[in-house]
């Protein structure tokens, strides 16, 4: 079996997450939404995004469409299941998935075909604090996805286990920590390791060739993605992967990208000191928006690094490629392809950038090609206007 998941309008409101990525390439659980959706019905997948990420993030020859934004439920694989040819799947205005031989665009889909209602409720990705608010039940989700009917590897007699649904892929160490699955599970990736003594609470995933450093205090909600390390405090984020908060610092309520590096004793605050629902930069508007929530930190895009002792407001939204340091708070929301702190900021010029991101992608033995460079081209060319300063 074989499908396409298509972007709709929540690739924009996504951003800056989405610049560099289609929507169901975001991780939320232990899984991005595309490896979710593969491992529940068992197929192969590929992506109708925006026209510069196609060589990258390529479609599939397929006539089952599902929407890219959509984390996957029992309902929702059902009423999937069940299309025919020529029929789509809506939930008001909104393109859950379509089955068309014919048809390739969600809008399309929305005209020509068949409509099938749908009256379930569905966990839809529309903005980013969506991704570390709705993480707990999806690492629960994942977690019994991946496990059930198998045994965890053994876990060492030198820990402190409350509770019992811990599982360890093959290769995964844990020594000399407490880990508390009482609120929710704890996952560790193959060839995952916590080091000595971190105190863990799930729900908690930490995915392959990851590692949590001494002495780390990990809250509920947390994932740290694939080949990634972290340590110092951590409450309820999501780590895309290939990224590093090794150091000792508070990071909560909060969603970092791809290839980001947090140093040490950066900070974020996640709650205003009056209160106050937060707001988040949204380049559609390009203005702030309301989220309604009380705790809602930091949202960094690919790329983006923080130098020592970097403190980020409330609710900070940083762009691709970013790279802030100094003294002083920085404003709400950092531009792509920033470089400098507090208020005084430049273009990040792309040759820079290239240089570094080369160097990074050495540390992990890859190759920084003219795929990603290209993507990133792009990303530069569509950001210019917010770099007025």
């Known amino acids: 079996m074989t499908i396409n998941l298509f972007d709709d309008a929540s690739w ?18 232990i899984l991005t939404i595309a490896e979710k959706w593969g491992k529940y019905l068992k197929a192969d997948y590929g992506f109708i ?27 929702l694989l059902q009423s999937i ?63 019994e996805l991946l496990t059930k009917g198998r045994s965890s590897a053994a876990i060492s007699s030198t820990n402190q286990l409350i509770g019992h ?31 000595e003594g971190s105190l863990i609470r799930g729900s908690f995933a930490l995915c392959e060739n990851s590692s949590i450093k001494m002495g780390a205090k990990i809250y509920s909600g947390t994932t740290i993605g694939p080949n990634s390390r972290a340590g110092g405090e951590i409450n309820n984020s999501v780590i895309w992967g290939n990224s590093a908060k090794g150091h000792e610092g508070y990071l909560g309520n909060s969603v970092l990208g791809e290839w980001c590096n947090i140093g040490a004793d950066t900070n974020n605050s996640n709650l205003k000191n009056n209160y106050a629902e937060v707001k988040l930069y949204d ?48 404003p709400n929301h950092i531009p792509d392809f920033s470089w400098g ?6 273009s990040y010029k792309l040759e820079k950038m290239f ?35």
């Open 355 to 389: 240089e570094t991101a080369e160097k990074v992608f050495a540390r992990k033995s890859l190759p920084f090609g003219s795929l990603e460079k290209d993507i990133l081209t792009k990303v530069f060319e569509l950001t210019s206007a917010h770099r007025n300063y």
């Open 165 to 195: 649904d811990i599982f360890l892929e093959e290769g995964a160490k844990v020594e000399c920590s407490v880990l508390n699955t009482t609120y929710g599970p704890i996952y560790m990736g193959k060839n995952a390791e916590i080091w």
């Open 81 to 143: 299941a069940a299309l025919k040819n020529g029929e789509v799947l809506l939930a008001g205005d909104i393109v859950l998935a379509f089955n068309s031989s014919d048809v390739f665009t969600y809008q399309q889909a929305r005209h020509q075909l068949k409509p099938i209602e749908f009256n379930s409720k569905f966990l839809k990705m529309t903005y980013p604090e969506q991704i570390f608010s709705n993480n707990p039940t999806e690492i629960r989700k994942d977690f």
């Open 283 to 330: 380049y559609e508007s390009q203005s702030m928006r309301n989220t309604q929530l009380q705790f809602c930190g930091l949202i960094m895009a690919d790329h983006s690094k923080s130098g020592i002792n970097t403190m980020f407001n409330t609710g900070t939204v940083v762009g691709v490629s970013a790279n802030v340091f100094g003294a002083g708070l920085p």
């Open 12 to 29: 924009m409101s996504l951003r800056p997450l989405t610049f560099t990525r289609p929507v169901a390439d975001l991780r939320i659980g």
């Open 341 to 346: 702190g507090g208020n005084c900021f430049e």
């Open 49 to 75: 995004t925006q026209n510069y990420l196609t060589a990258k993030f390529a479609s599939v020859e397929a006539s089952l469409y599902i929407n890219g934004a959509l984390c996957p439920d029992e309902d």
